[in-house]
């Protein structure tokens, strides 16, 4: 900050004298570091109205410019996170890669029947609290992917167990992370 002061004193005496661009450049807001980016990010994202458990959200930052990535079941869930992202001070662009998973009413019926194999078992049931359960269920194709954060080993590991045994289910991916 000292330094930009002295650089404005002398351009405001006249002794140095700057391009538009440049002047703009320096007085700038600072772009802000990437971990309090990363965490606005995910805060606007969670806090979207229709995304739920059957969508999984995320991002990669890099400088200024943030890539959206995973799956949602409606179209309108993908442009609404690019939208609000767009909004936080200090991103310049945003790279949507959301992928909008297809209509399907068998993949609907592995859905629902996946949340009930694994929210309903007592061992699993806490991470059905709140707002936003912490275990997403991604089916695409009949394919199912478990993705979240659970507080141990043996959570995941029952997860993955009870929404296996769905029926339907063509292959599963336990993506969960212990945390």
């Not at 995320?58 to 179209?75: A, I, Y």
């Amino acid at each position: 900050m000292r330094k930009t002061n002295w650089v404005l004193k002398l351009m405001m005496s006249g002794t140095l004298a700057l391009s538009p661009a440049l002047m703009h450049a320096m007085t700038a807001a600072p772009v802000p570091d990437t971990e309090q980016l990363v965490r606005s990010v995910r805060h606007e994202l969670v806090m979207l109205p229709f995304y739920g458990v059957f969508d999984n959200l995320s991002c990669r930052v890099d400088g200024n410019t943030v890539t959206l990535l995973g799956e949602v079941t409606r179209p309108t869930l993908k442009s609404s996170a690019a939208r609000v992202v767009e909004r936080i001070p200090g991103v310049a662009k945003v790279t949507n890669q959301i992928e909008v998973l297809p209509l399907s009413s068998s993949d609907d019926r592995i859905r629902l029947a996946v949340l009930r194999a694994v929210y309903c078992q007592p061992a699993l049931q806490r991470y059905s609290m709140g707002a936003l359960p912490s275990i997403h269920i991604v089916v695409k194709n009949g394919n199912v992917s478990l993705e979240g954060v659970v507080s141990n080993e043996t959570d995941k590991n029952l997860a993955y167990l009870y929404a296996n045994g769905v029926p339907g289910v063509f292959s599963l991916t336990n993506n969960l992370r212990v945390g």
